[in-house]
């Protein structure tokens, strides 16, 4: 058997989100569909580093999969890409030793949420953004995500259905930049609930609207309650944009 690593860039807008789902097209059917071909029938079921919801994008979603076929990394760029849809596609092929993990090997993960605050929408970023026509306090929205960096009990934070074992994660950045018209929201963390970015954009995009003090977030993090949160921004914003491992 050979392990593979692939890294993936996707516009989730077309999707159900990674996962396979019994109604609805996923990243993760078309992607078992497009290797089924290139390694001449076998069927293989791939894992994720985690499971993007409906909407969202990456732009390095990290796969592993196990296959019998013995193929060259172009095999799995070149032909993957001439198989997958043209809003999906593999950036990167590389063999790993057998214990590799998308998932539980995983160390990191870096999330991007981008909203464009503008009187206008914008057709060429339609589904890509999260559109706000007012202003926002981007000063005290920092001052509130400042306070929830650290190792916490996330629960305000996570969907009710989140799947996780346990709430506690570590957010080891949360920054906001300015990118032309735009405001990124940069996270990075030892690991995320489910919408846990989401909800946490959400509760931020409360503040700086100036419906909440910034200190409110931190009220927010110590009652472990989501009912106390703001609401979950949409998908189109938000983006994978990196899964950190350990150096080989």
């Not at 990394?73 to 999906?88: E, M, Q, R, T």
């Not at 981007?138 to 009990?153: I, K, R, T």
Request: glycine share 8%; with cysteine; aromatic share 8%.
């Amino acid at each position: 058997m050979y392990t593979w690593r692939l890294t993936l860039e996707y516009d989730g807008r077309a999707y159900c989100g990674w996962q396979l789902q019994p109604t609805g097209v996923s990243i993760q059917q078309r992607l078992e569909e497009a290797l089924a071909t290139v390694l001449a029938g076998e069927s293989v079921r791939v894992t994720a580093s985690g499971r993007t919801d409906a909407g969202v994008h990456a732009l390095g979603q990290v796969v592993s999969l196990r296959c019998e076929a013995r193929r060259p990394a172009k095999a799995f760029v070149a032909g993957l890409n001439s198989l997958l849809p043209p809003d999906i596609a593999v950036l990167e092929a590389s063999p790993v030793p057998a214990e590799f993990h998308a998932r539980y090997s995983a160390i990191g993960k870096h999330y991007r949420y981008r909203i464009l605050a503008a009187p206008a929408r914008s057709a060429l970023r339609d589904g890509r953004v999260w559109h706000l026509r007012e202003p926002l306090d981007v000063g005290a929205m920092q001052c509130a995500l400042d306070a929830v960096v650290g190792e916490h009990d996330f629960s305000s934070f996570r969907a009710r259905k989140c799947g996780a074992n346990h709430p506690v994660r570590e957010l080891r950045a949360a920054r906001i930049r300015s990118v032309d018209d735009e405001l990124w929201l940069e996270f990075h963390g030892s690991g995320f609930l489910r919408h846990m970015v989401r909800n946490l954009v959400g509760s931020a995009v409360e503040v700086g609207r100036g419906s909440r003090a910034p200190g409110w977030m931190a009220e927010v993090l110590k009652a472990r309650d989501r009912s106390q949160a703001g609401p979950t921004a949409p998908g189109c914003g938000l983006y994978l944009v990196r899964v950190d491992y350990p150096e080989p």
